[in-house]
């Protein structure tokens, strides 16, 4: 989240949604409310951008607003879908709050739980961590109030999620300044599991976690990287042994995921601004998984409200880019950071599983209201793919 600030001018454009006909009315903000964002992008320069975008879909759902003080606060940022294996309906959004904490949700967009545990900035969900003889499922995500890692066991019959870190798992800020993009790692080479915490100053971490004597986990250093800016989205892909880091202003690296994997990484070809549909910052990443080793890789380009979609694999060859329109009912989506992908079926709604993105602006009746997390049918993303194919 760059802390760019709007230009007066801009606010003059605002009038976007009077182009959308359907549903959700027109809305404007005022200066005063753009500028509370931490991170606001040029909100008219970005909306022109979007209309070069053709490829749209338009969510099915969106979750319940997250707590902040103000309507106008830059609050919401980042989730993880946590798939229910028993009862794939009962599935999980897990959103992060940085004005206070975790928000759970279920598919139809219910709040089942909010967790004030500080300003929680990005979260990721691994399945089947070894707990000595136990596997079980973890939420972690960076906590900016202390600087530190926090870690979760969920309690797959109830969603509910309790703590299960060995104390206060504090970052380094010598190293990390201001701990921000955070992913998972589950290593089949050699077995262990891994996490990666980036921060603003682009230095990003990879820890091993360990289980301490009375069934906690702490973390264990393993291997640092250096990046030249920003860095915050992050994904992992554990079939290929590979990690993605987003560098805001400059692209997605791709790098091994092993700790011995060293500093070398490749710049995916068009995954910044060589690419006309991309528009920095790029933000949150993803990955839709088709069996091992099909699927896409997904990045938020925040600078133009749409997102890109690359082939997962080896060559990451960039398929196209598509925006979250309004529907009848639910807004659109505008200055996304966090994104999250599964290709798992999640019932009726979602047969070919799910992609969730943070909106930056969510309104209703024209209206803003506090930030909160849109749900598309993959579907629907799967119908564009296809046609960028032919
Ligand atoms: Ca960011
Ligand atoms: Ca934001
Ligand atoms: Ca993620
Ligand atoms: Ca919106
Ligand atoms: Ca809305």
Redesign the pocket.
Known sequence: MSTRRILPFALACLAWASCQTDAPKPATLTEEQLEAREDSLEYAEARTKQAKITAFVVPDAETGAVHSPHADDDAAD?M?IWVNAADAEKSLIIGTNKKGGVVVFDLQGAEKAFYPTGRINNI?VMYGFLLGKQQVDLVGCTNRSDQSIDLFQLNPTDGTLSNIAAGTLKIDTNSVKDVYGF?FYQSKRVKKSYLFVSGKNGTVQQFELVMTPDNKIDLKLARQIAFDSQTEGM?ADEDFGVLYVGEEDKGIWKMLAEPDGGNRRTLLNTSGEDNPNIAYDVE???LYKINGSGGYLLASSQGNFSYAVFERGVENRYLGSFKITDSETVDGVEETD?I?AVSAPLGKNYPKGLFAAQDGFNFKNGQLQRQNFKLVNWEKIERLIEGWEQ
Do not use: E, H, Y
């Open positions: 980042d993880a990721d992913c994904v949150g990443l993803a966090g999250d």
